[in-house]
């Protein structure tokens, strides 16, 4: 019978051997993107469910953070009553559907990146806590920074370029992209931090 530990490493493995740091964040970047194109499919879904509601007319608009160019208050948290098709911001719905997308998200990231990127051993209930500080820190300033890009995008798709429902969609997606974009570059550092081996 042939000695198993004895064969020859793979591709992989030599090169996670060689360059561990890389192999580490080639991991992290594999698994962000598919939770990313996962968040993708949920978001569109729920935006649809919680559309159907009265949620849609509610105004989830909270943490003033000082005024737009035009005077309006600047809020972390922007979504004012009414459908985006009609010129709202999805209300208290589109926030729903944002967020509820992103604590699935975030929930099925812990796990992925303790277990398989970062092959953490230290206690689950530290690191818990200090993702969930890290989630709740990372979401505020996303929520922030949306409100610099996200209405140009809308206005360039659904009006500008008159693509309506095609054109929320789409700018529903890159604002996502965005999103998870800002998420991706802040979370590798800090989750090498939170998963020590």
């Known amino acids: 019978m042939s000695d198993l530990s004895a064969a020859p490493a793979g591709p992989w493995a030599r090169f996670r051997e060689k360059h561990p740091g ?63 098709a009609s010129g709202g911001g999805g209300g208290m719905a589109y926030f729903l559907a944002v967020q509820l997308t992103l604590f699935i998200a975030q929930v099925i990231n812990f796990f992925a990146q303790r ?12 690191a818990a806590a200090w ?3 890290a989630y709740v820190a990372i979401t505020l300033i996303a929520a922030a920074l949306q409100g610099l890009y996200k209405a140009p995008i809308y206005r360039l798709f659904m009006e500008t ?37």
């Not at 009265?54 to 105004?59: I, K, N």
């Not at 969609?169 to 802040?186: E, G, K, P, R």
């Open 115 to 126: 277990s398989v990127t970062f092959k953490s051993k230290g206690s689950i209930g530290r």
């Open 131 to 133: 993702y969930l500080a």
């Open 22 to 84: 890389t192999a580490q964040f080639l991991v992290f970047f594999l698994l962000s993107n598919g939770i990313t194109v996962l968040q993708m499919v949920m978001m569109p879904a729920f935006k649809a469910l919680f559309g159907m509601t009265g949620l849609v007319d509610a105004a989830f608009q909270i943490l003033p953070v000082g005024h737009n160019f035009d005077g309006s208050v600047y809020y972390i948290f922007n979504y004012p009553a009414g459908s985006i």
């Open 161 to 197: 370029w008159a693509m309506g429902g095609a054109g929320e969609t789409i700018a529903d997606l890159i604002t996502m992209v965005i999103n998870c974009a800002v998420s991706f570059w802040v979370y590798f550092p800090i989750l090498k931090l939170i998963f020590k081996k």
